[in-house]
Nanobody, 122 residues
Framework: VQLQASGGGLVQAGGSLTLSCVAS????????MGWFRRAPGKEREFVAA????????YYADSVKGRFIISRDNDKNTVYLQMNSLKPEDTAVYYC????????????????WGQGTLVTVSS
């Protein structure tokens, strides 16, 4: 499985941005998918995850209520809608996929995208 993330850019604080991650391969629909981010000078951290069916979602406390993760298995795509963005959301965002949700959320996913930069100006 190859993952291609896109949608990053520069946005003002309070604005919105939607990231997309397109997966190649026929096993996408059976994988848990997630988003992680790495801010300058910081470790990579978990942002959000979604089960293979889309029926379960998980969020980091720092983005809960502002970000929404979703997926379209027919399009092999997972999305991250980011609202009410803050300067502290500035980071490179990575999508990831793994057969297991627990493995994914431990930041040990089998597959990773190349990252897309989100910059939030104050």
């Amino acid at each position: 499985v190859q993952l291609q993330a896109s949608g990053g850019g520069l946005v003002q604080a309070g604005g919105s941005l939607t990231l997309s991650c397109v997966a190649s391969g026929q096993t996408f629909g059976s994988y848990a998918m997630g988003w992680f981010r790495r801010a300058p000078g910081k470790e990579r951290e978990f942002v959000a995850a979604i089960s293979w069916s889309g029926g379960s979602t998980y969020y980091a406390d720092s983005v809960k209520g502002r970000f929404i993760i979703s997926r379209d298995n027919d399009k092999n795509t997972v999305y991250l809608q980011m609202n009410s963005l803050k300067p502290e959301d500035t980071a490179v965002y990575y999508c990831a996929g793994d057969p297991g949700m627990a493995t994914l959320m431990r930041s040990s996913a089998r597959y990773w995208g190349q990252g897309t930069l989100v910059t939030v100006s104050s």
